[in-house]
Every structure is written in structure tokens, then in C-alpha cells.
């Protein structure tokens, strides 16, 4: 699903949610692997400085017999050949969201933004055209279960399988 | 209270810092202005509220970690102080405080609305946030502007690049 809209602060916003998102527990220790949900192509507008990213997704307990230690660690890549191939983006664009304690059993709605020039940085080219962003993530330790909302008792006081959230991604152009 | 924007007029006087931090911030027991959080900014005419808005992370320092976040505004960095009585509204906090663990890390998303008439806010102001730990304890230690997937803070930090957002509705 996709939305379009213009006005004079935020220009060109995309927006894409996934209303039917699949359970992603798959994240392992060593390599990153591609966080679901968090792709998005965008050609910003002419005026714009910055690329606003951002990725709202649910974080939590990878099912009820699941670790209690969780969390979660993201990085930022580009591509501007469709797909590709993929580069990191660097310059502190990559996050770790949890804890690494079983004490904490970390879960949450989570909104990773990251305010990103449209200008030229070291290897990579201004960004004028269409250019592909999506995040990696792999755990630090434990498990972690996203977008399907364990230890969530709502009103039936039991776990319910059906409680997801829909992640979401999201650009926008921004101009000093 | 219910505020209707009307996006072809809103939204006006945007200004946006990023500051490409080298090194986090260390939270201490007493409060300490936030790098990256400064802006100085300047109401458009006949706005009625200021939006500050921050971006940013956090990690641990100690395992059981906490953050306590104000928000600061006065002619310059030097002459800084609560935006209201008691300043409420304007505080913010994160982390954990008991005994048990947290070690933990997450982003920092914060919105502030500041109201130009009660502030008598006509030239530039300065704003800047402060943070310290929970009830000044000097065991509950977090680091701003990085999150710490493990406690090698040193090695194993991942740096964030903070930004500070300002517009006029």
C-alpha cells in the first residue's frame, strides 16, 4: 500500500505498510539479514537538503517459551542500481534497540529515523534519482520476534497469535 | 486540546541541526546540556506555537541505566532555564530504576509545544535540552547519543548523529 502527498513543509512523502506482515525471528548472531518491512525506494524532491527515513516496527519476545534476553541491532543501506547491490550508509546510522539482560525481557514499538543528506559523501553520489533504502539487523544475544506482539494480554487475558502491528516505512524531503 | 493545521500555511520557519557527533555523552548526576540538542530559533511572525522536536539514541553505562531529560530556553546557552513553573510538560524520562538490570538502549524521539504569547518569544531564543541520571544516583549511568550492544562502551559503542528540529504553527 502506498500514499503520496505534498505540501509546503514535508514534500514527496511515501509511505508503504504492510497490512499482512509475516512473523521475522530468523536473526542470528554473526551476519545481518534484511529487516522486513523496511524497504523503500524514493527520489527526493529537487529542493530537498535532507531524506527523512524512518521504520516503525514492533519488537518483542520471540513466542512465549522464547528468551527473555532480546534485542536487536539495525544498520542503514542504500542501493542505487534497483536492488543490486547494497552499500552501508555509515555515518552513524546504525542502532541497537533492547538489552542484552534477561532482566529487562526489552519489547516495544519502535521508530528507527534517520535524517540523511541528499548531498554527495565520500563514496556516494548525490542522491537525484531513485535510490533503494532498507535496514539489516541481526541480535546481539537472545532472541527477538518482530511485528507479532507476544506477552500481550489485551482484553482475553491470554496471548492472542492474531496481535500483530503493521510496520511501516517511510520517506519525506526536507529543505534548511 | 485539538490544534487543526492547515498544511498550505503551517509548518512554518523550519530549521533543522544535525550534528555529526565523534564521541557520546556521558550522563552525570547533576544536569549537563545534551550535544547536539542546541538550536537558537526564532518564532515565524504571527505564529502561535514553536514545535521543538529531537532525535537520538541512548545506551547503558551501568547495567541498571537511567536518564532524566529537560527542556531549556533563555536568550543564550549562558542564561538557559525552565520553559514554565516547575517547568511541566518539558521533562521527559527513559531507562530503568530499580536494582535489577536494564543495560538497556532504545531511540529518542521527543516533541515539545511551546507556547510564543506566554514566553513573550518575539527575537531569537535558545533552546537546549538537559539530561542527568535518575534521582542524581551515580550507579544508574547512561550514554546519550550512542547505543551499546555490549558493556565494552569504549569498542562497541555505535555513535548516533543527533538532530534538532524547530518550526512555527
Known sequence: MTFTTNNTFYEKLEFLQETSPSIQNNFSTSSFIDITYSE?????????????????F???KDGTSGNNTINIIAKLLYSDDGGSSWTDWGENTQVFIGSTTSNT?????????????????????????NRKLKLWGKKQSGDVRLHQLMEFRGDSGNVSSNNFYYPSVQCKSIKV | MTYLLDYENAEKNFKLVKTTVTAYDTVGTSWANVSGSQIAYT???????VIYEFSSAYGYLDDDNSLEIKLQIGNDLSSVGDVVTNNVNYYSSFGGTSSTNTQGSDMIALRYVLDVSSLSWTGEKTLVLQCKTYSSSSAKQSLVNCTTPTDDEVNDSLLFNPTVICYSI
Open chain 1, 40 to 56: 523503500i525506494s524514493y527520489v527526493p524532491s529537487t529542493f530537498a537538503d535532507y531524506v527523512e527515513y524512518q521504520y516503525a
Open chain 1, 58 to 60: 514492533y519488537f518483542g
Open chain 1, 105 to 129: 525481557r526489552s519489547r516495544g514499538l519502535c521508530i528507527i529515523k534517520f535524517f540523511l543528506e541528499t548531498s554527495a559523501s565520500g563514496s556516494r553520489s548525490a542522491w537525484l534519482g
Open chain 2, 43 to 49: 518564532p515565524n511572525s504571527g505564529a502561535s506555537k
